[in-house]
Every structure is written in C-alpha cells, then in structure tokens.
C-alpha cells in the first residue's frame, strides 16, 4: 500500500535522517562519509534532543566477552545477532569519536542519589561486565557539561559536511511507493506540507515516547511516568512506523529514576541526594529500598509495585526524607542534566524550593509527616527504626551496609515527593542487526533505518551509558547501510 506519493517533491535529497540528536547526527556524518547525500529534519527550533542534555556518557568494549553481560541484561527480548552486532560496533567507539576530532577521557558509573564509591557496571553480579570502559567526550574546560561537548563536536562535524539541517520542521508520515519501499518523508514547515525524497533510504532517529502521555499509558508498566529530556521526543517515529506496518519492541522497557515534577514545567527535575541523611518511603510511611543500592535506572522494578487491595501503587509516589545536614550539604538537584538545566537553578541550599513549596519541612517527623499527609506514628517509627539501624551498625530491614547507614537527627526535618520518571523509553519499531526496521513479520521494511532511543537494543534491563553508546554504534551501522543502498529512481 503506498502512501500518496506526491506530484511534486520539495526537496531530493539521497538520505533522509528524522531527527537530530546523537543518533540522527552520528547517521547523518556516516551516510554523508559513505558519499550519501543528507538532509536531516529536525522538529524543534534547535538540535540536540535528549542527547544534549544527558549525561554524556559513552561506553566501548575491548572483547566480544561482553555479549554475556547485554545478553543477560536483555533477558531473552533481543536476538543474538544484534546483540553480536552491537558488540562488535561497540569496540569501535572510542575510535569513531576520536576519528570525528574528539578527545576522550574515562568516566565513573553513577550512582543515583548516594555518594559512596562507584560500582564498575550498572550490574556487576552478571557475567562479562568487566570489558566495558566508560567515557566520555574531553575538554574544553571551559565547557564543564560532557553531554554538551560530545554534541559540540557531533554537531560540528555535521557542519563541516555541510549536511543540510531543517529545524522546526517536525516529519508527520512516511511516503512508500508501489513496491512498499520508503521513499521519502512528508514533513511539515511553517504549517505547510513539505515532501522531502530519499532517493536511497531513510533514517529514523526521533527518540522515544517520554512525552506521548497513550503510548506511556499502553505500554509503561506503572503510571504516571513523567521525564527528564527532551518535551519533542513524543514517540513520532513508533506512529509513523507503525503506520506503514512496522513490529514494535521493548516498549516496556525504561530507563528511569525518581524524580521531582513541578506542575509549571513540562520537564521533571532530577534529583540527588549527595549524602547518607535519607531514606525513602512511600505512602504508608515505609521504606521499601536499600537507598544506597538502588540502581540509578532501574526504579520501575519498584515503582510498579501494585497493591491490588488498595488497588493503588505502592511506591508512587515515594518521599525523601532527610534532615538540615543534608539540607545544606548541596542542592537537590543538579544543575548541568536534563533539560531543566537551562529553564531553571536550583538554590544551592535548597532554601528556594522549601520557600517555592517543593520542599516540605517540619520541625519533628510527627510535622512532616503531616504536611506530606502520611500517618504520623508509620514515619516516626520507620525514622526511629532507621536511626537504631545507623546507632547499631544494621538495617535489619533491608540491609543497607554499615557504611551507608547515618541518622537522620538534625531538625528540621525535611521531604520531598518524587515519582518514576524517564530517562529515556527503549521502545519503538523491532531493528535488524543492519539497523533495518522490521514489519510485524519479521521481514525488512526496504529502505527505511532506525538508531538510537527509538526501538533500542535494550529490551529488559539497561546498562548506564548504553543508550548514547547505542546511538552512536546503531547511527554508523544505519547510516552506512542507508548510504549502501541504490537509488530507486
Ligand atoms: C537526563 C538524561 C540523562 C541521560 N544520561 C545518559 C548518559 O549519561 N548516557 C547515556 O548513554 N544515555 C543517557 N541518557 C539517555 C540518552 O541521552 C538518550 O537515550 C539518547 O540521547 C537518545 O539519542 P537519540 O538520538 O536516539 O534521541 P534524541 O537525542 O532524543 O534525539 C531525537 C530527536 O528527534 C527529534 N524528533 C522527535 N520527533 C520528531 C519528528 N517527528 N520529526 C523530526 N524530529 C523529531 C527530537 O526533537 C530530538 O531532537 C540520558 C537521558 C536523559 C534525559
């Protein structure tokens, strides 16, 4: 079944890249090496995406041994082929950013909220972890954010090629001839029709779903999720995908954490705790965690925790609980990821957001308890249970090492909501180890590519770094085999 083909094209181009962040720019600078000619569409007023405003972490691998380790992680959702494939592109990393003129320097795994030594890998009691190295883009240190230099030099490099990129020009469907081939692109620019030709192939690189509130409620495995990233990631390219009889995969899978949402952005903050002073709890006034050893991308484990009873989640939302100490010690919330980053600083002794009510505080726990309207007694005793723990060295509850373990004794006394929010979805149209888009069968889509964020390798659980990592390895391998392809002119 084609979908209208146009009279007339607007624009002829060889390769057409939908959406320009890590993904659709490593695509972009690999077909137009490969001599393709490259016309990116870009559907915000300026590039970067969720890449811009990540961490900036990337990975590499010295051995195939690590096909172990994504292979447990992915659980049976991602065949073997592609799991071999990513590997093998995965120890080219490191040597594509340097190719491209960037300089490296290593990177420590994070950890979400605590300050404690960093684990080597998000699951490092799996096998074959240990051939990952983590690192990011180096210097100028002028420019302190790594997300922001890796899409410096990312976007530079599309510059220098001079590939043409069209901003604010959001792609609405796919156009296919007769022979079910994608042939082009039907966008929109100034609230007209603009009809882009691919004479070799197209490339979808536009992100996830963080931002289409049905396909979170269809797909996400507890509710609500909010987001971190980039508001234009609203899952454009599963519709436009599926439209043409793209399968879908991994569209449960997460990558997300515990975050803060004030009704007056679209974005949610991230939020850290640089300190011991805390614990979480949820409704009932319960811890439901070792803090320390959440790992940071992996909170809908707990969040879609169901109490079928109550008929209510169990951990959403969950509150911080902390004391004045952790109150000083640092701002709640980072100020260089995300893309709040830009919109809005947080006070550094998080006084503002206690002043903005963000931030509830009591005198005692029997105050704050009440101002988060949970039951008094439930969160004195789950302090007082906590303290003990920290006073005797155990926390007979959940384990949390000696180390880890200080009371939370210093009023005022402090809490913050929080929620399950995305880093980013994994889900989208099911990919080929060529990057090709599948149909619900199983059979390529011809000439039409994915990479990055939207319809990812990481189908269960994710490794930290693995979705830019993803995007640039995916973006080489699409934009090489979209650039291979003969014109069907
Ligand atoms: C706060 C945060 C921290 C993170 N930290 C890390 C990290 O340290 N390491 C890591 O590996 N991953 C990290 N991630 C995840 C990672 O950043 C993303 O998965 C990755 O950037 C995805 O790249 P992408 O190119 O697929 O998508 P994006 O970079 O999001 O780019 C997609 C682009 O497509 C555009 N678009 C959408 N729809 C259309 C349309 N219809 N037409 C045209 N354009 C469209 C969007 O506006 C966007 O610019 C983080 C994410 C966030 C939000």
Redesign the pocket.
């Known amino acids: 079944m084609s979908i209208s083909v146009p009279e007339k094209w607007d624009i002829e181009t060889d390769v057409v890249v939908?959406?320009?962040?890590?993904?659709?720019?490593t695509a972009a600078i690999t077909a137009s090496n490969c001599g393709a000619q490259v016309t990116v569409?870009?559907?915000?007023p300026s590039?970067?995406?969720?890449?811009?405003?990540?961490?900036?972490?990337?990975?590499k691998t010295t051995s195939m041994e690590w096909r172990r380790y994504v292979e447990a992680l992915c659980f049976g959702a991602t065949g073997t082929d592609v799991i071999e494939e990513f590997v093998r592109n995965a120890m080219e990393n490191k040597d594509w950013i340097k190719e491209i003129g960037g300089e490296v320097e290593p990177t420590l795994h994070?950890q979400v909220s605590y300050p404690g030594p960093a684990p080597k890998a998000s699951f490092p009691q799996l096998p074959g972890w240990e051939s990952m190295e983590k690192f990011g883009v180096k210097g100028p240190d002028t420019e302190p954010n790594?997300?922001e230099r890796l899409w410096k030099l990312l976007s530079g490099n599309v510059e220098r090629r001079a590939i043409r990129v069209m901003m604010s020009?959001?792609?609405?469907r796919l156009i296919t001839n007769e022979k079910d081939e994608v042939i082009g692109v039907a966008?929109e620019k100034d609230g007209r029709d603009l009809f882009v030709k691919a004479r070799r192939a197209v490339i979808l690189?536009?992100?996830?779903f963080?931002f289409n509130d049905d396909l979170k409620r269809d797909f996400l495995p507890c509710k609500p999720f909010f987001?971190?990233?980039?508001p234009?990631?609203?899952g454009?390219?599963v519709r436009?995908a599926q439209k043409i009889g793209a399968g879908l995969w991994h569209m449960t899978a997460t990558?997300a954490q515990l975050g803060f949402k004030a009704p007056e952005y679209e974005s949610a903050f991230?939020i850290r705790l640089f300190t011991e002073r805390f614990i979480y709890v949820n409704r009932d006034a319960r811890r439901f965690a070792d803090e320390a050893k959440i790992e940071v991308h992996s909170i809908a484990w707990l969040t879609s925790i169901f109490d079928g009873q109550r008929f209510r989640y169990l951990n959403i939302p969950a509150y911080a609980i902390f004391d004045e100490t952790a109150r000083r010690k640092a701002p709640l919330s980072p100020g260089n990821?995300?893309?709040n980053q830009n919109l809005y600083k947080w006070s550094s002794d998080n006084s503002a957001e206690i002043g903005k009510g963000w931030i509830s505080k009591g005198k005692t726990i029997a105050e704050l308890a009440r101002k988060i309207s949970v039951d008094e007694a439930a969160l004195e005793k789950t302090v007082a249970d906590y303290n003990d723990g920290c006073k005797n060295g155990r926390d007979g509850e959940f384990g949390r090492s000696r180390e880890t373990l200080t009371a939370i004794d210093a009023p005022p006394y402090y809490a913050i909501e929080l929620w399950p929010c995305?880093?980013?979805t994994q889900g989208g149209p099911t990919r080929d180890k060529d990057g090709r888009v599948l149909d619900a069968e199983g059979s390529p889509i011809p000439r039409l590519y994915s990479?990055?964020?939207?319809g990812?390798i990481w189908g269960f659980a994710y490794q930290?770094?693995?979705?830019?990592?993803?995007?640039l390895i995916f973006?080489r391998i699409a934009g090489r085999n979209a650039a291979a392809e003969r014109s069907w002119e």
């Open positions: 939908v959406g320009y962040g890590g993904a659709g720019a569409l870009e559907k915000m590039g970067g995406g969720n890449t811009r405003v990540s961490g900036g972490g990337l990975f994070l790594k997300a020009t959001p792609a609405r966008a690189t536009c992100g996830g963080e987001a971190f990233g980039n234009g990631n609203t454009d390219g436009m990558s991230i990821i995300g893309f995305l880093i980013n990479a990055g964020e939207l990812s930290g770094s693995g979705n830019n990592g993803e995007s973006g």
